[in-house]
């Protein structure tokens, strides 16, 4: 199974602030990436897909880049709605894998 | 618009089995594999299986596999996902989640959740 480890655990942040989030697989993935933010208590929500693609209502804040096995998830000019855990994932090959999260809390 | 909804919340005794729907509108129901994802309280997510409305075949995770099963209805566009011989450990939130675009495995629209409690 390739491996997805996610970058930090948590952190905390400013609302106006940019931040950046990254995710690493064990092994090469071409783009075949998705990152998704899910607040407490719901499903996450698809933000991006193919390691930069901008999901269908996502705002442009949200960015992705990154190929083979280093990827980023930037988000700019943090606002409080934007608090919760992101998750990224593969779908180069089954099974599908996901990062252990990243909590975004707003200071 | 797509949307995927799931049945409500259980409780189940360790040993037994449970069933959760999964029941899809706003599209093509046999092109999109639906799949099932995991969420014990306060981790991760962890993929469970996935399964191919058209012609009903079902790809499980080796954690799985042998206690799980997933089927589906076209006429209703609901999949079900069964878990058997439950555990504590399998108190959860369990997703289902179709895909983005066909086949891909890129996990696009989710089903709200179904909390599956385990205790005797």
């Known amino acids: 199974d390739i491996q997805m480890t996610q970058s930090p655990s948590s952190l905390s942040a400013s609302v106006g602030d940019r931040v950046t989030i990254t995710c690493r697989a064990s092994q090469g993935i071409s783009n075949h990436l998705a990152w998704f933010q899910q607040k407490p208590g719901k499903a996450p929500k698809s933000l991006i897909y193919?390691?930069?693609s901008l999901q269908s209502g996502v705002p442009s804040k949200f960015s992705g880049s990154g190929s083979g096995t280093d990827f980023t998830l930037t988000i700019s000019s943090l606002q409080p709605e934007d608090f919760g855990t992101y998750f990224c994932?593969?779908?180069?090959?089954?099974?599908?894998?996901f990062g252990q999260g990243t909590k975004l809390e707003i200071k | 618009q797509v949307q995927v909804v799931q049945s409500g919340a259980e409780v189940q005794k360790p040993g037994a089995s449970v069933k959760v729907s999964c029941k899809a509108s706003g599209y093509s129901f046999i092109t999109y594999y639906i799949h099932w994802v995991r969420q014990a309280p306060g981790q991760g997510l962890e993929w469970m299986g996935m399964f191919n409305p058209s012609g009903g075949n079902t790809v499980y995770a080796p954690k799985f596999q042998g206690r799980v099963t997933m089927t589906g209805d076209t006429s209703t566009s609901t999949v079900y996902m069964e878990l058997s011989s439950l555990r504590s450990e399998d108190t959860a939130v369990y997703f289902c989640?179709?895909?983005?675009?066909?086949?891909?495995?890129?996990?696009?629209?989710w089903g709200q959740g179904t909390l599956v409690t385990v205790s005797s």
């Open positions: 994932q593969q779908y180069k090959s089954y099974p599908p894998t």
């Open positions: 193919a390691a930069s």
């Open positions: 989640s179709r895909d983005l675009w066909d086949s891909s495995g890129c996990l696009g629209f």
